[in-house]
């Protein structure tokens, strides 16, 4: 097994519901695995990083 990480980004004016989003959001079988926030031009961007194992095939 090995470990894939990918990100998605969410922008908004409410902290709590870009972090709800991001959970809601994460595709499945993957986990919220860290959450970056800045605040940049009036406006929180969230970037959440997900992963999830994959299965390697020799």
Not at 35 to 44: D, F, P, R, S
Request: hydrophobic share 40%.
């Amino acid at each position: 097994m090995q470990i894939e990480r990918f990100w998605e980004v969410f922008h908004g004016q409410v902290l709590d519901r870009l972090v709800d989003k991001a959970h809601e959001d994460a595709p499945f079988s993957s986990e919220v695995y860290r959450v970056q926030v800045q605040y940049l031009n009036n406006e929180y961007v969230l970037t959440a990083i997900y992963e999830h194992a994959v299965s390697i095939d020799d």
